[in-house]
């Protein structure tokens, strides 16, 4: 047998920040360290209460369900009624995850998709919107406002607020959204995982009864603790919506054992339960991203007025090629993404994440000040 001489290509393509290898080294070579605003992961300790849940349901021997606890499904259900208003969520129809990104790329192909069909993503995506329609053959259409779409989109992916951009959709723009979807027999899948972190504007749920009118037929809601909880190392995200559509994510996801683990159920509860900590990492990340933005704006960056209302970044370009920028800041012992990870539309943009610690946002704000 002949022994491969490296690495094989992924059938779904190269990942992406694995491009940035060049960059992060660099960047690691400066005196006071690498400052990573990178890929945005938590960097602040797990709320006291859902670690103690954790230890509490450690003692767990048997398999846990993939429909998950009840007390699980309820406390999302009465999260989205207390913190969003949306109300009449039956706990029925409501799945956990393990994590959200899972569920991203795997919906096209859960949801019955294949190589006859299309999926609608946003101008400016999360790259795993792509990957979710290659791994069950479909191709991919960038939706631009009022541009027509090919027949063959079966499934439109919203994001709001957005990752990149932090963009706010309005209700009343949802609400002519998902007209358009139903007179056309399109799904709309909501990726909703920063609803909890609106800054300058407040970002509202696809299953609103302002945006859906009561009707939550062909939408389905994405939902995270990775960001608002801290738990993105626990794994844990949910999809509710249409009825039908929800138990039939449910009986296929049964097949294939996507089971959250129950301990992290019990955690879960606990960050559902319990609104206090969300408000203070809500706090933590607005410092951050205010002392951010006012050096990168020191620093000859821009940015639109309607980017960077909500979520968790920075959408900024200084007029040249995303890499240029990406390097140049490496230089800096800063990294950051480059905007065309998630789009042409990205080419002279980088995305900063506000996610580091205080005092790394300390050193790059002293770093750009020169």
């Known amino acids: 047998m002949t022994q491969a001489a490296g690495p094989l290509p992924g059938r779904l393509g190269d990942f992406v920040w694995d491009?940035?290898?060049?960059?992060?080294?660099?960047?690691?070579?400066?005196?006071?360290?690498?400052?990573?605003l990178s890929i945005g992961t938590p960097v602040d300790p797990v709320p006291t209460t859902v670690r103690s849940a954790l230890s509490a349901a450690s003692d767990w021997p048997g398999y846990p369900t993939v429909h998950g606890t009840a007390e699980l499904r309820q406390a999302y259900s009465q999260w989205l009624l207390r913190s969003h208003g949306v109300d009449d969520v039956d706990?029925?129809?409501?799945?956990?995850?393990?994590?959200?990104?899972?569920?991203?790329?795997?919906?096209?192909?859960?949801?019955?998709?294949?190589?006859?069909?299309?999926?609608?993503?946003?101008?400016?995506?999360y790259p795993t919107y792509e990957v979710g329609a290659r791994q069950c053959g479909a191709d991919?259409?960038?939706?631009?406002?009022?541009?027509?779409?090919?027949?063959?989109?079966?499934?439109?992916?919203?994001?709001?607020?957005?990752?990149?951009?932090g963009r706010v959709s309005s209700p009343e723009k949802l609400r002519k959204i998902v007209r358009w979807a139903r007179a056309n027999d399109v799904l709309l899948a909501s990726d909703e995982c920063y609803l909890d972190l609106g800054w300058d504007a407040h970002p509202v749920s696809?299953?609103?009864?302002?945006?859906?009118?009561?009707?939550?037929?062909?939408?389905?809601?994405?939902?995270?603790?990775?960001?608002?909880?801290?738990?993105?190392?626990?794994?844990?995200?949910?999809?509710?919506?249409?009825p039908t559509l929800v138990q039939q994510l449910l009986a296929d996801r049964k097949q294939l054992?996507?089971?959250?683990?129950?301990?992290?159920?019990?955690?879960?509860?606990?960050?559902?339960?319990?609104?206090?900590?969300?408000?203070?990492?809500?706090?933590?990340?607005?410092?951050?991203?205010?002392?951010?933005?006012?050096?990168?704006?020191?620093?000859?960056?821009?940015?639109?007025?309607?980017?960077?209302?909500?979520?968790?970044?920075?959408?900024?370009?200084?007029?040249?090629?995303?890499?240029?920028?990406?390097?140049?800041?490496?230089?800096?012992?800063?990294?950051?993404?480059?905007?065309?990870?998630?789009?042409?539309?990205?080419?002279?943009?980088?995305?900063?994440?506000v996610t580091a610690t205080d005092e790394r946002v300390k050193a790059a704000v002293q770093r750009l000040a020169g």
């Open 206 to 242: 696809i299953l609103h009864p302002d945006v859906c009118e009561g009707d939550y037929s062909g939408l389905l809601a994405v939902h995270s603790l990775s960001k608002r909880s801290n738990m993105a190392g626990y794994r844990i995200g949910f999809v509710t919506g249409d």
């Open 257 to 353: 054992g996507a089971i959250v683990p129950g301990p992290i159920q019990a955690a879960a509860t606990a960050a559902l339960n319990d609104d206090s900590h969300v408000l203070v990492q809500r706090t933590r990340y607005g410092a951050r991203r205010d002392g951010l933005a006012e050096a990168f704006a020191g620093a000859g960056f821009r940015s639109s007025d309607d980017d960077g209302t909500a979520g968790l970044y920075l959408w900024l370009t200084r007029g040249e090629p995303a890499m240029d920028t990406v390097e140049a800041l490496a230089e800096q012992g800063i990294l950051v993404a480059p905007g065309t990870f998630y789009g042409p539309a990205g080419a002279r943009h980088i995305r900063v994440a």
């Open 140 to 165: 991919i259409v960038r939706v631009a406002d009022g541009a027509a779409l090919p027949d063959r989109v079966r499934m439109i992916w919203l994001n709001s607020p957005s990752n990149p951009t």
């Open 19 to 36: 491009s940035l290898k060049t960059a992060r080294a660099r960047a690691g070579q400066h005196p006071d360290g690498i400052v990573d």
């Open 91 to 125: 706990p029925e129809n409501v799945v956990p995850t393990p994590g959200s990104k899972e569920l991203v790329a795997s919906l096209p192909g859960q949801l019955g998709l294949g190589p006859d069909d299309m999926v609608g993503i946003p101008p400016l995506a």
